[in-house]
């Protein structure tokens, strides 16, 4: 990569490190976890979409969910008696808000973990997550996810689709989409 470009990368990483750090207070409504009547309804969709392809995988796997949040996905997942699901994030306020709830989740870079543990998860979950990196960045990211993934893995991958009709507010309502 030609040297200009490394800083502009370097910039861009720093804008995104400084933009999680505070996430939470910066750009959401609350701190609070979502409300009962929203997790319920937010349990019914990943009930219909998400469990079928859980379906045959064994209980007590390991998988592993990108970008967690504040643990919507972990609490489903233990809810539905997977027991061994993770989760890691850059936000330490998302973290701290799914740990309080009893979830297993830390603060993480994301290559690092999945550099770290090769052939680990039989589920790797990225939800609303690969908006925020660039092409460069994809470009490493997914054979470090197909590396971290067992044989036979899946992995479950959601993004916004900017052709969609409210797509103005899910592609530009967050800084760090690129």
Known sequence: MLPILDEVSDSLSD???ELYERYVSTFTRSEEPISEAEYR???NWCR??????FEDLPRDCAI???GCGPG???EFLGQNGFSAAEGIDL???QVQTARDRGLNARVADVFECLESAPQRYRAILALDFLEHFSKGELMKLVPAI???LEPGGILILQTPNG???LSHYVICGDLSHL
């Open 15 to 17: 804008f995104r490190t």
């Open 41 to 43: 309804g937010y349990s």
């Open 48 to 53: 219909h979409w998400y469990l079928p392809l």
């Open 64 to 66: 592993l969910e990108l």
């Open 72 to 74: 919507d996905m972990l």
């Open 91 to 93: 936000s330490p306020e």
């Open 146 to 148: 197909r590396d971290a």
């Open 163 to 165: 052709q969609g009709l």
